[in-house]
């Protein structure tokens, strides 16, 4: 795996990583997604997280795990290319993929301080909220920037065509 600056880590590798962060006393902010065509709602919502700590760790949903919760004609891009992507951005710290279409057991695995999903989830129902809770972490709802979805913006290509 090409790991783009060294921020695209293998859950072993981002374990260790962090572990090591957690010892200097660093706040870890985490956030998952599909992230399949970057908009502006996507790079608000990532500094916005990234303002939260001192590290943003961002759970990359693999191309069969895309598929699985958007459909046969997603991702439009794979995942290498939505990691490069998201890892050319100052706010993302790592990027880490999980297949299970569960972000928790990576959540687990790393017991980040701060959990955060756009707003269109309720902190109760964002996955792993009850484990962060429990490990003394906080669970945020971001705000949601209308009009800006890849849902739509597929949607606005293929009218065009």
């Not at 997603?74 to 790592?94: F, G």
């Not at 880490?96 to 269109?120: R, S, T, Y």
């Not at 909220?129 to 209308?146: I, M, P, T, W, Y």
Request: with cysteine.
């Amino acid at each position: 795996m090409n790991s783009f600056f060294g921020k695209v880590l293998s859950k072993e590798q981002l374990v260790n990583d962090i572990s090591s962060l957690k010892k200097k006393s660093k706040k870890i902010v985490f956030t998952n997604g599909c992230f399949d065509i970057l908009h502006p709602g996507h790079v608000s919502y990532l500094a916005e997280a990234r303002s939260l700590g001192d590290i943003l760790v961002v759970g990359l949903d693999t191309d069969e795990s895309v598929r699985k919760l958007k459909g046969e004609s997603r991702p439009i891009q794979n995942q290498e290319a939505r990691a490069k992507v998201l890892t050319s951005l100052r706010s993302v710290d790592y990027v880490c993929f999980f297949g299970e279409g569960n972000p928790e057991p990576l959540i687990e695995a790393i017991v980040p301080d701060v959990l955060v999903k756009g707003g269109d989830w309720q902190p109760e129902q964002i996955r792993g909220s009850k484990f962060v809770r429990a490990s003394g972490g906080e669970v945020k709802s971001l705000k949601f920037v209308e009009g800006n979805s890849t849902t739509n913006i597929v949607g606005k290509i293929k009218e065009q065509n």
